[in-house]
């Protein structure tokens, strides 16, 4: 699982919101999309609950989302967006339905 990197901060906009990586000097800028998956990272969820999500949400074909979710997950992990959540630090947390 992963969690949004404490080096991160985040703004909502009419049309998504914004990244910024104080770390590494770096701005995201992020579609509705992108910032409802972010959203649902920051709830716990997991690739296959957002994909899921996403495919309801906006009427989407399951196999499509889910790869582009993974894809998405990868460079936000890729670009220090994202970190591997300490598993110890997660258990006992239940995920909204």
């Not at 994909?51 to 949400?57: F, G, L, M, T």
């Not at 591997?84 to 339905?97: E, I, K, L, N, Y």
Request: proline residues 2%; hydrophobic residues 40%.
């Amino acid at each position: 699982m992963f969690q949004i990197s404490d080096t991160v901060r985040r703004t909502k906009t009419g049309d998504g919101g914004v990244l910024l990586d104080i770390q590494h000097g770096r701005i995201f800028r992020l579609n509705v999309v992108g910032c409802k998956i972010v959203d649902l990272l920051e709830k716990g969820f997991d690739t296959a609950q957002i994909a899921a999500e996403v495919s309801d949400a906006y009427a989407m074909d399951m196999e499509t989302v889910r790869t582009d979710v993974r894809d998405f997950v990868e460079v936000l992990h890729k670009h220090h967006i994202l970190q591997v959540r300490d598993r110890t630090a997660s258990s006992g947390q239940v995920c909204p339905p």
